[in-house]
């Protein structure tokens, strides 16, 4: 099992090393540990493409508080 802390830091990763191209990059990864690494390197794929895209976000999601 991945720690939560864990898939923020290769989400940060992500978006640090490709920016605005980091989603699609993770959705590739995950498309690929669908097809090589089974069930659970998909979910944890799909869980680091959930982070990216949130930390892409540039507008809150609905009743979320912001700063």
């Keep these: ?28 990864r995950a498309d690929e540990a669908a097809r090589c690494a089974g069930i659970e390197g998909c979910k944890i794929s799909k869980r680091i493409l959930e982070a990216v895209v949130d930390l892409r976000r540039t507008t809150p999601v609905n009743g979320e508080r912001v700063n």
Excluded: C, F, S, T
């Design 1 to 28: 099992m991945v720690d939560e802390p864990d898939i923020w830091r290769a989400a940060n990763l992500l978006v640090k090393h490709h920016g605005h191209e980091a989603a699609l990059v993770a959705a590739r």
